[in-house]
């Protein structure tokens, strides 16, 4: 069986419920950067819902005419919390929250808790940083320092302005900064879980996976050489800093080439993110799987010309491609493809 939290992530005995009974709560966290946040509109959900060719796959968030809301399904998005239901994407949007909650709260008798902690523009490399990556360099760090420098000097002369240069210590501060809010987020949650979810006051808690979908930022300066390495000390890290040596890890790889094939820097990326269930230690344990195959192939025919079709594309997508084309569609096929490499993993593991 997976581990109660102990150490860093803590609850409190006093919560624990005293009706033996009652299964724990099955908790999740799902972290990233922008995908992660989700970015399907929610003008495009009341269409797919409603319209005839989508409305079959939409009913399982339904209750009647309405969009339905979860009593044995909880999120904790940053400043929002609540049972779950469409919007817990970005302001107005929905992300792979909705399915993948849906699922794993089909799955199990007992609730479920999903902290989803999300920044969008954050890379690995820097903002999510492992602990035990250490900080880059110096040299890479001076180039960095130079640049910004640089930049602020350049935009004082164009502007007229005199303001000050970037210092070491500003440099500095960004790296790990997402990997720490991250886990303040988790404790945070779990320290004050009866009162954000009142139906989930004095239940037992219990840390059951660990949901990843980020890259994108990845791409550039040249991070995605170092991805592989931080993608292992990441999951290392998480695990050490969560007291649970085995958990379950999944991994949604980047996967915004949709139907062409991936080059470059992303390539690069996918290939580190999905070899990681191959890392002998972590055999059994991390599951990894491609999103490009999920993709809505009506949204990325008709990107191209979504200007020119704009009635027709707001019922169709609503982001650019570095955002899943906010095709509700390929984030729904995402969210269900991490609930079911979670349940294989639990399947393995208990």
């Not at 302001?91 to 792979?96: A, I, L």
């Amino acid at each position: 069986m997976i581990k109660r939290f102990l150490g860093l992530i803590c609850v409190s005995l006093a919560a624990v419920s005293v009706q033996a009974a009652e299964k724990p709560v099955r908790v999740f966290v799902l972290a990233g950067q922008s995908n992660m946040e989700g970015k399907a509109q929610q003008l495009l959900l009341d269409h797919q819902a409603s319209a005839p060719e989508t409305k079959e796959l939409f009913s399982r968030y339904r209750s009647g005419d309405a969009w339905g809301v979860r009593d044995d399904v909880f999120i904790k998005f940053l400043d929002r919390h609540g049972p779950l239901t469409v919007g817990f994407g970005s302001p107005g949007r929905t992300g792979v929250e909705l399915e993948f909650g849906t699922y794993l709260g089909d799955l199990f008798d007992e609730p479920v808790l999903l902290i989803k902690a999300a920044w969008g523009g954050h890379s690995l490399y820097r903002q999510f940083r492992p602990p035990s990556a250490g900080m880059p360099p110096a040299e890479v760090l001076d180039r960095e320092l130079a640049r910004a420098q640089e930049n602020v000097k350049r935009n004082n002369e164009k502007n007229n302005r005199n303001d000050p240069l970037p210092t070491r210590e500003q440099i500095l501060a960004p790296y790990g900064m997402s990997y720490r809010n991250m886990l303040a987020e988790v404790q945070a949650t779990l320290d004050n879980v009866g009162t954000l979810f009142p139906a989930l006051k004095g239940r037992e808690l219990q840390l059951s996976g660990f949901v990843w979908f980020q890259g994108w930022n990845d791409q550039y300066d040249g991070y995605e050489k170092d991805y592989a390495a931080n993608m292992k000390l990441f999951i290392r890290d998480v695990r050490k800093d969560l007291n649970a040596p085995k958990l379950p890890f999944v991994i949604a790889a980047m996967g915004q080439n949709g139907s062409k094939e991936s080059s470059g820097p992303m390539r690069v990326i996918q290939e580190a993110q999905l070899a990681m269930e191959e890392v002998p230690e972590f055999r059994g344990n991390v599951k990894a799987f491609r999103t490009d195959v999920l993709v809505d192939k009506a949204a990325e025919e008709l990107y191209p010309r979504w200007r020119e079709e704009m009635e027709l594309w707001q019922k169709t997508g609503s982001d650019h491609p570095y955002h899943y084309l906010g095709s509700i569609l390929w984030f729904n096929r995402i969210g269900r493809q991490m609930a079911e490499s979670m349940q294989e993993l639990l399947g393995e593991a208990e």
